[in-house]
């Protein structure tokens, strides 16, 4: 299906979401299992089990015939569906075509320099993002993709051709790290960092620090390896926080300093610009 996406929520303003001020659109469903995922009610498709409908103080849920029915006017935004969510997954989610999309951005264009999409995984509605991307495009509005890297760009090519820039994430350079975090393997994230940075659209490469649970060191090292051969790629180091994961993982977010310590690796590797966030 690509005349509709599956979209978890909208963003009218952003500015973590690529270059200047921005609109992100976050959809549904991803196949990554990050230990550290912050937005877990984005990975799965609802499954109508109804235990989010009683927990609505504002009963806003209801159970229709197709499954779970959200009145976003009665919606007073607790989010204690998606905490009572046995599934990771959100009753709020909404299949939208490109003119619901863009309908809902009406106020926020004039302000805005492009739109980014983001997850969940973006690229499993790869057919309708191209759609959206060619809309933004007519609208004089640049087109981002913010992905973790697990569907191949090169058997995307109508997203690809149309998408402006990625941002793609590299969370663990060993394979056997890759997989003990999101259950799966890195293979086709790393030929994504090679494909993206060939062919010029790979805006940033995102690695989120976790010390104690991953080999951050060899993953910046290796990274920055790689992006010494291409100076216009930014490098962007996110520090761990807790806010949103579950299970909570039980580890600390890096110091400061340890932050700092990988920059300079990462710069002594070779990378032009690194970022710490
Ligand atoms: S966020 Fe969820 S639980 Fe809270 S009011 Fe809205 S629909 Fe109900
Ligand atoms: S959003 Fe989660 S809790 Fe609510 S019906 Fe769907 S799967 Fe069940």
Same mark, same amino acid.
């Given at each position: 299906?690509? +005349?509709?996406?599956?979209? $978890? ?18 959809? %549904? ?9 912050? $937005? ?12 989010? &409908? ?46 619901? #999309?863009? %309908?809902? *951005? ?5 302000? /805005?320099?492009?739109?980014? #999409? ?16 060619? @809309? ?13 890297? %697990? ?25 056997? =790290?890759? =997989? ?6 890195? @293979? /086709?994230?790393?030929? $994504? ?5 060939? /062919?010029? +659209? ?22 920055? @390896?790689?992006?010494?051969?291409? !100076?216009?790629?930014?490098? +962007?180091?996110?520090?761990?926080? !807790? ?7 039980? &580890? %600390? ?9 990988? @920059?300079? *690796? ?12």
């Amino acid at each position: 299906m690509c +005349k509709y996406g599956l979209v $978890n929520r909208i963003i009218p303003f952003s500015c973590v979401d690529g270059p200047g001020n921005r609109s992100a659109v976050f959809f %549904q469903g991803c196949e990554f299992r990050c230990a550290y995922c912050h $937005n877990p009610e984005t990975q799965n498709l609802c499954t109508s089990c109804g235990v989010c &409908v009683s927990q609505c103080p504002t009963k806003a849920l209801t159970m229709g015939d197709k499954g779970v029915l959200w009145n976003s006017e009665l919606c007073c935004s607790c989010d204690q569906c998606l905490n009572v969510c046995p599934s990771h997954s959100s009753p709020k989610a909404r299949w939208m075509s490109v003119d619901d #999309i863009f %309908q809902e *951005l009406q106020g926020a264009l004039p302000f /805005i320099t492009g739109i980014t #999409i983001s997850g969940g995984e973006c690229t499993q509605y790869h057919q309708f993002a191209a759609k959206l991307f060619d @809309r933004a495009h007519e609208l004089g509005k640049t087109a981002f993709c913010d992905t973790n890297g %697990q569907l191949p760009f090169r058997e995307m090519p109508e997203l690809t051709a149309v998408m402006d820039m990625a941002m793609l994430d590299v969370k663990a350079w060993n394979d056997e =790290r890759h =997989r003990e975090l999101t259950g799966k393997s890195n @293979r /086709i994230v790393l030929d $994504n960092l090679n494909y993206l940075s060939e /062919i010029g +659209k790979l805006y940033e490469v995102r690695t989120v620090i976790v010390p104690g649970l991953l080999n951050n060191e060899e993953t910046v090292e290796q990274v920055s @390896r790689h992006l010494a051969h291409y !100076p216009e790629i930014r490098y +962007k180091l996110i520090k761990y926080r !807790p806010w949103g994961v579950r299970p909570p993982l039980e &580890v %600390q977010p890096p110091s400061d300093q340890y932050m700092e310590q990988l @920059r300079t *690796l990462a710069c002594e590797n070779g990378a032009n610009e690194v970022v710490l966030t």
